[in-house]
């Protein structure tokens, strides 16, 4: 079992619709966790960045933490075709970025 | 601001033969990634350098993988021979030292390097 999953989709949902992404992971030590995303053939670029447990909103974006139960999730809101990438979830023990672990990503797909 | 500049961004080689990849990461961060990403599969770390030094390659196959950053700034991934396995995407990222004021934990990732090893 790996330590962070999630599932690789692809999701498709309408234009203006509201996407819920998530990750499980297995390590209690992770205290920082982060959204990246990734456009098709490019690099992942950081989205959201959070620490322990809670809610942070940026925008259309709000990344949530439930460290009880091992579980974050990403809900973008009015979605758009330009939101259409990969979403990988990261996590780390310390915020110095240097240990991240990545799960696999999801692939969303918003149709016009 | 430059990002992160890989080269080459493509890569086609029959097995067993030797491929390099190139990176230049921003100005002044000290740390450099490299990553390997599978299709359909998050990055995983090869290697860490802080300036010039390999502070963690736990992850990197030494019976056929190699990097050096003999500057402190470029750095060179080198496959020797290559593998059908190998075929992937081979990121390189960037950041400020960790531990340090400027550090905020995040990567900056180049476009990567495509290989198919056919």
């Known amino acids: 079992q790996k330590e962070v999953e999630q599932d690789p989709g692809p999701l498709s949902v309408p234009e203006g619709a509201i996407v819920s992404l998530n990750c499980t992971y297995s390590n209690s030590a992770f205290q920082y966790f982060m959204w990246y995303r990734q456009y098709s053939r490019k690099g992942p670029e950081l989205l959201m960045y959070?620490?322990?447990?809670g809610n942070k909103e940026d925008g259309r974006f709000t990344a949530q933490v439930d460290k009880s139960s091992k579980y974050i999730s990403l809900f973008i809101r009015d979605s758009q075709p330009s939101d259409s990438a990969t979403y990988l979830c990261?996590?780390?023990?310390?915020?110095?970025?240097?240990?991240?672990?990545f799960g696999g990503g999801t692939r969303l797909m918003v149709k016009p | 601001e430059a990002g992160v500049v890989q080269s080459p961004r493509y890569k086609i080689i029959e097995k067993k033969q030797p491929v390099a990849f190139w990176c230049n990461p921003i100005?002044?961060?000290?740390?450099l990634y490299w990553y390997l990403q599978n299709l359909g599969q998050g990055p995983e770390l090869l290697i860490r350098?802080?300036?010039?030094?390999?502070?963690?390659d736990s992850q990197l196959p030494k019976d056929r993988f190699s990097a050096e950053r003999l500057k402190g700034v470029d750095s060179t991934l080198k496959i020797q021979p290559a593998e059908l396995g190998d075929s992937a995407v081979y990121l390189c990222a960037s950041s400020h030292t960790p531990g340090q004021g400027r550090n905020t934990g995040e990567l900056f990732f180049g476009e990567g390097s495509r290989l198919t090893v056919l």
């Open positions: 100005s002044g961060h000290n740390t």
């Open positions: 959070t620490y322990s447990s």
């Open positions: 350098y802080e300036n010039e030094e390999a502070v963690d």
């Open positions: 990261a996590m780390s023990f310390n915020n110095a970025g240097n240990m991240l672990t």
